[in-house]
Each structure stands twice: as structure tokens, then as C-alpha cells.
């Protein structure tokens, strides 16, 4: 593969608005049973009582509503940054990380990386980093197409191969 090369890495526009459907109507949902928590399952009311069941329901309704403006939030916000790269350089790889509201920037310099893991959750591809005792995610989907994610995945684990190779392991 010839250096450096450029990958754009942005959450995809539809993924988060599924999510603010999502959490959103969960959250109306539940404010509904907090309301009539009488009604459709039986079990928390009759564990917890009325009252009990009611509090529940409000509590899941309100942690809904924080993951829907949450998402609604990463949603603007990936609108404003939609010129985040992933970059594979001579020596490290310049990775975009989301922390909250704000977007860092981290250099992992491939002598540092420890190890390479894909893993596959519900239909979604990740790509771990470990480095220097912390864990960086890959998002498959933010990339462009699968073909880009292959590359990166064979890249970085080839690089990882021929550094324990060098180390003697």
C-alpha cells in the first residue's frame, strides 16, 4: 500500500437518525407506561407495585430522551465535521475519536501497537487498537464502502505481524 493514504471516517446521517427514532419513540413509549403502568406487562407492577412501576417506566423514559438528544446532538455535529479522516502515515495512524461532544484527534504510532482485534456485534464490524494500555475503536461503517475497512484491517495487521516478528515473539 502506498503512503500516506486518506480514508474519510464520519458516522453515516441515516445510522443516527434510526437512533433518534429509536430512543425517541422508546422514550414516548415509556412515558406512556409511567402513565398507565398498569397496562401491557404485568410483571413490573407486580414486583414493584403501581407506584414502583411508574417510577421504573419514568426512569427508562428519561435515560430514552438523554440517548435521543445525545444522538440529535452527534447528529449536528457530524454535519459541521464531516471532513474527519482517518489517515494511514509512514509511521502511525492519525485516527479521529469521538469523546463526548468533541473530536480528538489521536497518533498511534504503529511500533505501539500491541494488538489488532475485529470484532462483529449485531451486524456491525469494529476494529480494536490496543496501544500503550488503551483500547481505540475502528467503525467500520463510518468509512466509505468495506473495501476501505479491508484495507485498513490488512494493513494494521500485517504492520502488528511484522513487529512481533522483529520483537521475536
Known amino acids: 500500500m502506498k503512503l500516506p493514504q486518506q480514508y474519510p471516517y464520519n458516522p453515516k446521517g441515516r445510522t443516527l437518525w434510526i ?6 419513540g422508546g422514550s414516548l413509549f415509556m412515558a406512556h407506561m409511567a402513565n398507565h403502568p398498569n397496562e401491557g406487562l404485568s410483571f ?10 411508574a417510577l421504573f417506566y419514568w426512569v427508562v423514559a428519561v435515560l430514552a430522551a438523554i440517548a435521543a438528544v445525545w444522538v440529535i446532538v452527534a447528529l449536528f455535529m457530524g454535519l459541521d465535521t464531516n471532513d474527519q ?15 463526548f461532544f468533541k473530536i480528538r484527534i489521536t497518533r498511534i504510532p504503529y511500533a505501539e501497537i500491541e ?21 481505540l475503536m475502528i467503525i467500520a461503517s463510518h468509512l466509505p464502502d468495506m473495501e ?21 515473539v
Open 19 to 24: 437512533g433518534v427514532l429509536l430512543f425517541g
Open 44 to 53: 413490573f407492577p407486580t414486583v414493584l407495585g403501581q407506584a414502583g412501576a
Open 85 to 99: 479522516v482517518l489517515e494511514l502515515c509512514e509511521d502511525a495512524i492519525v485516527l479521529p475519536q469521538r469523546h
Open 115 to 135: 494488538q489488532v482485534q475485529e470484532v462483529q456485534v449485531s451486524g456491525q464490524t469494529f476494529l480494536y487498537l490496543t496501544s500503550g494500555g488503551r483500547k
Open 148 to 168: 476501505s475497512y479491508i484495507a485498513i484491517k490488512d494493513f494494521l495487521l500485517l504492520h502488528t505481524q511484522r513487529q512481533e516478528q522483529r520483537q521475536g
